[in-house]
């Protein structure tokens, strides 16, 4: 999980936790509760012992120091150990800079805030005109493929061809924030599908267009099937949000 939080006008202080056990764990967040320290947020895993990332919200406790919060998990009673504070990079903003690298399953990601696909997709089009639309299809083409090919190397065989479509499509898109995918019509033989987008990230950038506006999208689409069939495909924007649709919609045919 990526460690970053953003809660606006509050105080907060990110503490990574390592317990002897879940009891342990319990036992701190019981005791920091009724000293009157909020934990806002917490996330834990375990292997041979438990870990955390808590938020706590410090707000309202002028000069609270990180000094003053290391006393009060020591006093706790709980057999825990402070890895690491984490002081905000700016009021109500926390990022943990030794989370790093971030991955998704088994692979790095990056990830790309709003203002900056926004300037990746919609502005580069805006200045440069339709030569960028056919840049990001041929670039979303080339993605789709390779991340099919990776993916292989997840699923296990003898998944049924629809189940591993969308299990391609839910690690492609929803792990990634890209839209939430579902495969509506699907024939390998005839190498056709038709697969449904609710909050295709790239459309939401040119809402009240008045016309389909998925070049990306369209061409990460084509680029799956196509690895999935083992045949080129294109990609038809029949449905968009930028047209004033509620939901983008792709049909996928033989090139």
């Given at each position: 999980?990526?460690?970053?939080?953003?809660?606006?006008?509050?105080?907060?202080?990110?503490?990574?936790?390592?317990?002897?056990?879940?009891?342990?764990?319990?036992?701190?967040?019981?005791?920091?509760?009724?000293?009157?320290i909020?934990?806002?947020?917490?996330?834990v895993?375990?292997?041979?012992?438990?870990?955390?990332?808590?938020?706590?919200?410090?707000?309202?406790?002028?000069?609270?120091?990180?000094?003053?919060?290391?006393?009060?998990?020591?006093?706790?009673?709980?057999?825990?150990?402070?890895?690491?504070?984490?002081?905000?990079?700016?009021?109500?903003?926390?990022?943990?800079?030794?989370?790093?690298?971030?991955?998704?399953?088994?692979?790095?990601?990056?990830?790309?805030?709003?203002?900056?696909?926004?300037?990746?997709?919609?502005?580069?089009?805006?200045?440069?005109?339709?030569?960028?639309?056919?840049?990001?299809y041929?670039?979303?083409?080339?993605?789709?493929?390779r991340?099919?090919?990776?993916?292989?190397?997840?699923?296990?065989?003898?998944?049924?061809?629809?189940?591993?479509?969308?299990?391609?499509?839910?690690?492609?898109?929803?792990?990634?924030?890209?839209?939430?995918?579902?495969?509506?019509?699907?024939?390998?033989?005839?190498?056709?599908?038709?697969?449904?987008?609710?909050?295709?990230?790239?459309?939401?950038l040119?809402?009240?267009?008045?016309?389909?506006?998925?070049?990306f999208?369209?061409?990460?689409?084509?680029g799956?099937?196509?690895?999935?069939?083992?045949?080129?495909?294109?990609?038809?924007?029949?449905?968009?949000?930028?047209?004033?649709?509620?939901?983008?919609?792709?049909?996928?045919?033989?090139?």
């Open positions: 999980m990526l460690r970053v939080v953003y809660t606006p006008d509050r105080d907060i202080v990110g503490l990574v936790i390592r317990a002897a056990s879940s009891h342990d764990m319990v036992v701190l967040l019981q005791n920091l509760e009724n000293r009157g909020k934990v806002v947020r917490a996330s895993y375990r292997d041979k012992r438990v870990h955390a990332f808590l938020v706590v919200d410090v707000t309202g406790k002028e000069g609270y120091e990180p000094d003053e919060l290391l006393r009060e998990v020591k006093s706790s009673g709980a057999k825990v150990k402070v890895v690491r504070v984490i002081p905000p990079l700016a009021r109500g903003y926390l990022v943990d800079k030794e989370y790093f690298p971030f991955h998704l399953g088994p692979f790095r990601a990056v990830i790309l805030p709003f203002p900056l696909y926004k300037a990746m997709i919609k502005d580069l089009q805006e200045k440069f005109g339709g030569s960028v639309g056919a840049f990001l041929h670039s979303g083409y080339a993605m789709g493929k991340a099919i090919k990776s993916h292989r190397k997840i699923f296990k065989a003898g998944v049924d061809e629809r189940r591993l479509a969308e299990m391609h499509l839910l690690l492609l898109f929803l792990t990634s924030g890209m839209g939430k995918p579902e495969i509506t019509y699907l024939s390998p033989a005839r190498r056709r599908a038709k697969v449904k987008i609710e909050g295709n990230f790239e459309c939401e040119f809402v009240g267009s008045g016309k389909p506006s998925s070049n999208v369209r061409g990460l689409l084509a799956v099937f196509a690895g999935i069939f083992g045949a080129d495909v294109k990609a038809i924007e029949t449905k968009c949000i930028a047209a004033g649709d509620k939901y983008c919609e792709f049909e996928i045919e033989p090139v």
